[in-house]
């Protein structure tokens, strides 16, 4: 297996399991809610820069006849994208531990605690559509990390057209 797949599936894992974390801020305590999703910002950069090849084939060739399958793909993408800039920005309006850290006060608006709601609930269906959409591609690296398949042809792209793009 390629380093950069090895390196992108421990990134995905860690960011998944942090992702989880975030999500349940009762059981983790706010202030590990707060600080973990700002960390988890610096994990979606990275994971959108090594994936940067796919997202830049997508976006030249999105208007392309035939390209379904990896549309809806790039659509929902964009979705948890936006969904995930929603979340973030309505978070840090009703942060009660990373904005103070700065010696910051933010005026209290209920309306970003609903945005907040939404937008996190929301991204629990995006996510759990954007790992289906991702499932051969992490279950077939996730099998020859662990040294099966190791005859296989690789599966690490996505078919445009029958030219092929790094997913
Ligand atoms: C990946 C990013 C994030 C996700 C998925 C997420 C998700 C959630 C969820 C599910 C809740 C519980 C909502 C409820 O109890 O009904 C929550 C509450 C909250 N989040 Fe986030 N959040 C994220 C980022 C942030 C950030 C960056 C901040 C601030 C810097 C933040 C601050 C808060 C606060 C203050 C609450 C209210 C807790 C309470 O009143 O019990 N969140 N978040």
């Given at each position: ?31 590990v ?71 910051l ?15 996190a ?11 289906t959409?991702?499932w ?32």
């Amino acid at each position: 297996m390629s380093k950069q797949n090895r390196t992108k599936l421990f990134l995905d894992i860690s960011t998944f399991v942090g992702f989880l974390i975030v999500m349940d801020p009762r059981a983790s305590g706010l202030a590990v809610h707060e600080w973990l999703a700002v960390a988890l910002v610096g994990a979606l950069i990275v994971h959108l820069l090594l994936n940067w090849n796919w997202i830049a084939e997508l976006t030249k060739r999105i208007f392309t006849k035939g390209l379904n399958g990896s549309r809806t793909n790039y659509i929902l993408n964009w979705l948890l994208f936006i969904d995930g800039i929603l979340i973030m920005l309505s978070g840090v309006m009703i942060s009660e531990a990373v904005i103070p850290a700065f010696g910051l006060t933010l005026p209290v608006n209920m309306t970003w605690r609903g945005l907040h709601d939404i937008s996190a609930n929301l991204s629990l269906i995006l996510m759990g559509l954007h790992l289906t959409l991702h499932w051969n591609w992490i279950v077939s690296t996730t099998k020859r990390l662990f040294g099966r398949n190791e005859a296989e042809r690789p599966v690490t792209a996505l078919a445009i057209e029958g030219k092929e793009v790094q997913a």
